[in-house]
């Protein structure tokens, strides 16, 4: 591939915005930017008065007046519920039964599966995401379907078979089995993991739906693959708690029952984690796990709050998550619009001791969050996650006037006038969100929407 | 104007889906409907087949594939905040202060106020709101300006002179006085009210910004003028609730306040109204007073959760209002997003008595509390909120499959199938809005958008 040199305003994180003395610190803004990209990886980036002379030879796409933001990272979501996203009136078990599991089962087809995993990554690019870890169902097809797609886009994606063998929480013709489970995720971890941009991704559904002896096939999966991802959810829903509760009654807490199986650890990603004690987000800490934060799908089924400043606390990473179809959106602006109400409500509401600082989602805060904090969350911040040299190169050319609206609220400034100017209308995008604000995405450099 | 006649899968209540045995009794579905309209009114409706015949001389407009219901219903916002919707960080009292007084000021400024009611009623009408009721600011050019263009536009639109007097509350450039604020009302009440689709509505911006004199100044006007309204904000927000005690210790509580000034009563409006008390909602109900619903502006400042339930089970009439600036949006739809997750986070999350079925806002629901719902909470369900015979001609026509992800989600279904396609796909809309579910606007029977 020739090399490219995308010109436009840079807008990145470069450390945690919680960290800093000054929020601002996190961020790296280029108001006249670019970025040189060859082989699907950036070769440099900065001042476009600097870079440019330096690489004569490249081809120059010219987003002046564009804002240009890492493409974002989607660290929890169910692609084969694309279909059902946005459905009426359940809270998180009823949800399943209801909607999920009569809409996953359709995944025992390849010819399903192919057709909705076309569609999903066609909507991640649209919506400026360009890195995806997705849970897929008990057939191995919707697996297969979704790394095919996955490498055929050339997008950076995690999944894995989902262990679900528990009578009663799921129909019969949906469960597996823990050999079932074992077998079929060993297979397809063989056949994808590390091959292209695929990484697999270990996924018992939850505590609720597995048993003593699927989580012990997990925990095996787990120790013979330690570079491999665990995504599974915790702690997301009062009912569900009390269940997983009842169901282990040697386990302190929920998250004591991912530990008994030696899950946690690195590349643990828990969905949700709501309800966590204290202890548990202590113990989450020091075993480098991570937390999907997914505020759409916590309001969308009014599953409660996740408590970032603790998580923050205790050193737990996170990342954001669209959840999508619990979700009722694939988008990572829109997500961070429920993100910034799901702080605000605690900051209001909550009687909690908390931080209020921390509550507040900025504009750093919400980019870090969708970007290098999710990378992060992923421990794939080597890869992606900024502009740094050498990563790949996944973009989002971002139109901060995309409707009527955010234009009048610009008020005439363009995001290049300053950092101020670039946040102010980041925050407008993600509050005030509508398609047309991703102008175009980039995928290991090659342009896959817009 | 000559008689057109509009065809397309007709949907709009006829009743309060929350009083129904079942709640789809509430609605009327014509599959392949046509409204007729002439003089900005509706002449008749129902099925094509019967109804075209009988107006052979009626221009017909062809919306076939598309779902038509009534134009939404604002009931509570802020047109001044146009420009500085979507402002990061505050809760209500320091909101007001960091970016609503300084933008409002800006309204001494009759060319100011011009350009911002021009831009807000084309807004409107991108998002189906043909009926608002908005807060102005203390300055009476803002007032002129909304009205004159309402006027130009046709909308049906209520709006009043805000009053603020209290030390402390607002800047001193900003603020009034209390005959300041009797005598500009009473000018502006005689210039506008009743005038073409104008209506007045006096405006006493909150008891927190107004003394005892102005109080009674608004006490005053509404006695004067009991065919006005009077909107306010009530119980939005835990600070500003005791705030108001401590400046009225004779009464009660906030709702008290109102009462003492002769305030509560039909055609009251009171924003918010989050955190009433059962003895509140009680005399709210006995008042035949009303409440204006703002989930968008709950969650964006973090205000609290209104209790629908408890509302319905004491007679209390309420609508819905995106609360432009406080809520992130200008979309009736959208807000709907936001109302949903208001109802389902109380289901999952509130300790307190509640009524579960009743905060699952269906489409139906959710139909009705943008369209007939907010009609009757403005007592103007004689003139508009559905589709009978004499009614103004405010309608919207909706692309039910106006993103990809929409179309994917109907999985080939029409609105005009069945109701419940025609509800799931505007329960679809609500969830997963984007600008292009609003195919065009018709206000008082003109084309006002699309």
Redesign the interface.
Known sequence: MSKVAVRGTLLDCISNPWDCAQEKQALRFIPDGVLVVEDGKIVESGASSEILVKHPEAQVEDFSGYLIVPGFVDVHLHYAQ?????S??R?LLEWLQTYTFPEELKFTSKDYADEVAA?FF??MF?NGTTTVQSFATTHPNSVVAFFEEARRQGALALCGLTGIDREGTAPDAYRDTPQGFYDGSKELLERFHQVDRCLYSIAPRFAFGSTHEQLKMAGRLAEEHPDCWIQTHLSE??AEVASVLEFFPDCQDYLGVYEKYGLVRKRFVAGHSIYLSEDEFRRMGDADASVAFCPASN???????FQWDRANHFGVRWGLGCDSGGG???SALRTL??A??V???????SDREKDEESL?L??SKALYAATLGSARCLDLEQEIGNFEKGKWADFVILDTGG???LE??K?GARPSDSLEDAC?QF??MM??W???VIRATFCKGRRVFG
Chains 1, 2 share one sequence.
């Not at 309001?299 to 709050?305: D, E, H, K, Q, V």
Request: proline share 4%; glycine share 12%; net charge positive.
């Open positions: 694309t279909r059902i996203i946005g009426f009136g809270q569609v066609q909507e649209k829903n009062p309001l969308f089924l009014g599953s409660g709050f009722n959106t694939l619009d429920d910034y109400k702080g605000m409500l605690q900051v209001v509401t507040r900025s504009a409707s009527s609206v009048f609220r008020n102010h925050f407008g509050m005030l509508v398609p047309e």
